[in-house]
């Protein structure tokens, strides 16, 4: 089955620096990857997401490269905010009978420091 | 605003006692999922449902966790006997599938379960 490894497991930033988050996955019939912000005590929300045809998607700070020949793709957000504290948590999905059967990475801790 | 509900959100219990835990999906979504989070092992996914049928309970324990769907509007998720290692929050998702594309799932805000 798909496998995703996430890096870092936590990142500590300073108000208005860059992270970023990294994922592996191995299966190559994945194709579609989704990225999804956890604030503490609640429930996973979809950030963005890209599709395999896609290389790069934008939406407003938050970036994600998606890197087929390598299977990486990383989340970028910039001019972080002390909101952006959460837990992000990056997915792969293989097509498995007509229906896409998600593997979620370990999860990156994302403190941001006033 | 269509929202995914669980019940009930907090539930302790005493080991070896039987747990059920309800989710309702979004109206109109034909798949379901279950996951449970632990610090340790992060998000698993325990249980798929597609137009109520179950195509994935392969991350499941057999022997005492099992999964149905009732009818469109209810999922359910039992655990019996129930044992301090099941101690997690238990997710419930639902999303549309159309045409065999991508689709978000959209996550219910959780069951905190824990045995003592």
């Known amino acids: 089955g798909e496998n995703v490894e996430q890096h870092p497991s936590t990142l500590s930033v300073q108000e208005g620096d860059s992270a970023v988050i990294k994922c592996t996955y191995s299966?190559?019939?994945?194709?579609?990857f989704p990225w999804y912000k956890q604030e503490l005590g609640k429930r996973p929300q979809l950030i963005i997401d890209?599709?395999?045809?896609?290389g790069e998607k934008k939406d407003q700070r938050i970036a994600v490269t998606l890197n087929k020949t390598a299977k990486h793709f990383s989340l970028h957000i910039t001019e972080t905010q002390p909101e952006d504290s959460a837990v992000y948590f990056c997915a792969a999905r293989v097509p498995s009978g007509g229906s896409y059967i998600p593997t979620f990475g370990r999860g990156t801790s994302l403190i941001v420091h006033p | 605003d269509a929202r995914v509900t669980q019940t009930p959100r907090h539930k302790v219990t005493e080991m070896g006692q039987e747990v059920t835990m309800r989710c309702q999906p979004i109206?109109?979504?034909?798949?379901v999922f279950w996951y449970r989070q632990t610090m340790m092992q992060g998000l698993e996914l325990l249980a798929y449902?597609?137009?109520?049928?179950?195509?994935?309970d392969s991350g499941m324990p057999k022997d005492r966790f099992s999964a149905e769907m009732p009818d469109a509007t209810l999922a359910t998720l039992k655990i019996q006997p129930s044992e301090p290692r099941d101690s997690a929050v238990y997710f419930c998702a639902s999303g549309l599938v159309s045409g065999g594309g991508p689709y978000e799932q959209y996550f219910g805000p959780g069951t905190r379960l824990t045995v003592t």
């Open positions: 299966d190559s019939a994945s194709n579609y």
């Open positions: 890209i599709r395999s045809n896609v």
């Open positions: 109206l109109g979504h034909n798949t």
């Open positions: 449902f597609r137009n109520r049928a179950p195509l994935d």
